[in-house]
């Protein structure tokens, strides 16, 4: 209870942090309306990106909304973050006993990546979590029940279905309960996601789209180290040393290599050779091994304590992180500014995570990244010959592409050309007093 109420405290400040506008993670942005319209009942949402089951699990709050409401969403978030924490505890139990149960449950509890995820309304923290549930039953030899949590784990997010490897390490021999946990797989996502079969021309499309762009990378990660020191500082980054004490927990593992240590292993390498052909780095895609390394962490009685000492730092770095989103964010201004000095039917050019600009005239600027095309958008006379008076861009994608410049020139010109041109109408950074968040700034086009 008191690491329950410790992780709930880390997720529940800062959980209105940019509203009403969806500025922790645009996929909210994709989600939540979507959430909000099967609520409304129109069940099949239409967008295969992500298959259904988090959307379904929101539609029942949002339906009390008269538009899409985010703050309940996130509401909902925090509440699967909390039972990513049980679910850990109850892994770490029935894996090596209370020790691991305690050092996994607190792992989780304040790591950053964890923490950061289980207040926005996207999909990886419910995926860790059936990820998770998954796995202790089938520890515990009930692979009928394993196998409804990967058809559930599937369909949080199409990964998910790595969690069968483990189940069939744990029932192997036991034809019969793997074919009822195969069944009762399929039936758990064909329920929970019925519409990614209905529609599965348009849903093989949205998943290969999908897979091609992790593949061939995003903005922001073109200076990245090869995949699995990238994933390893993504790791760090979420757990700190503790990582360190997972590793020799591992280690012992391998070396011990009892029912519980292969099904465990299993999935830690099933699921990290998917991530490899990655180029696309995201710290989400670590999530759910984080309750499977913490449980590993805290395997050994004799190394508990040392594990348990480590989580002071990842603790720290979550109240830092916690502590940003007590401000507000510098986009909540810019709209503000752009409210009230911008003209209703001046038409506006806007990168990707700026503001909504709902209602206006806008020509949305592609988001660059490896291998896509350049748009041709962003050139300031043809914005002008196409009668664009405004122009909002913002650090979250300019720093990215400034940090690249040999892999986006046409994209660099463009915002050197913003930046040494023309004077900004409105800037506002994260260092003025009580902001944060990236940087805008919006010009005139005369």
């Given amino acids: 209870m008191a690491i329950l109420g410790l992780a709930a405290v880390l997720r529940l400040v800062g959980i209105g942090y940019g ?6 993670d645009p996929d909210e942005a994709s989600i939540v309306p979507r959430a909000w319209r099967m609520g409304q009942g129109h069940l099949d949402p239409g967008w295969y990106d992500y298959p259904s089951l ?10 009390f909304s008269g538009a899409p409401s985010l703050g309940a969403a996130r509401g909902v978030a925090v509440l699967l973050g909390l039972c990513g924490v049980g679910a ?3 892994l770490g ?3 090596y006993g209370t020790g691991a149960a305690i050092v996994g449950a607190a792992a989780v509890a304040v790591a950053t990546t964890h923490v950061a995820y289980s207040r926005v309304a996207v999909t990886d923290v419910l995926l860790a979590l059936a990820v998770t549930c998954a796995l202790a039953l089938a520890v515990e030899g009930r692979i009928e029940w394993a196998g409804l949590a990967v058809g559930l784990a599937a369909s949080a997010k199409y990964p998910g279905a790595l969690a069968a ?6 029932g192997w021999g036991r034809w019969r309960s793997l074919g009822r946990a195969a069944a009762l797989a399929v039936g758990g996502f064909v329920v929970t996601s019925p519409f990614v079969l209905i529609h599965a021309g348009a849903s093989w499309g ?5 897979q091609r762009l992790a593949r061939a990378g995003w903005l922001g990660f073109e200076n990245d180290p090869v995949a699995p020191l990238a994933y390893l500082d993504r790791l760090w980054a979420a757990v700190g040393p503790l990582l360190l004490v997972a590793a020799v927990g591992l280690v012992a593992a391998l070396v011990r290599r009892s029912r519980t240590d292969l099904v465990l292993l299993s999935f830690v390498g099933a699921y990290w050779l998917t991530l490899m052909p990655q180029a696309a780095h995201f710290d989400r895609y670590v999530l759910p091994l984080v309750p499977v390394l913490a449980v590993f962490a805290g395997s050994i009685r004799a190394i508990v304590p040392v594990a348990l000492v480590s989580l002071v730092v990842p603790l720290a770095w979550s109240v830092s992180d916690t502590r940003e989103l007590t401000r507000t964010d510098t986009r909540l201004r810019a709209e ?6 911008v003209p209703l039917d001046d038409a506006i050019a806007a990168d990707p995570s700026t503001l909504p600009l709902s209602g206006r005239p806008v020509v949305r600027l592609e988001l660059p990244g490896p291998g896509r095309p350049f748009d041709p958008e962003r050139d300031l006379e043809r914005l002008r010959r196409e009668g664009v008076r405004w122009v909002i861009i913002s650090g979250a994608v300019t720093d990215r592409v400034l940090a690249a410049p040999d892999r986006y020139p046409r994209e660099t010109l463009f915002y050197e050309a913003l930046g040494h041109g023309l004077d900004p109408a409105f800037a506002v950074a994260p260092g003025d007093p009580g902001l944060a968040g990236p940087w805008v700034r919006v010009y005139r086009l005369e």
Avoid: Y
């Fill in 206 to 210: 949205d998943i290969s789209r999908v």
């Fill in 336 to 341: 503000a500014w752009v409210g009230a000095n």
């Fill in 54 to 63: 988090l959307m379904g699990l929101l539609a029942p709050v949002q339906s």
């Fill in 88 to 90: 850990t505890w109850w």
């Fill in 19 to 24: 509203l009403p506008l969806a500025v922790l």
């Fill in 93 to 95: 139990r029935r894996a």
């Fill in 165 to 170: 490897v483990p189940v069939v390490v744990a």
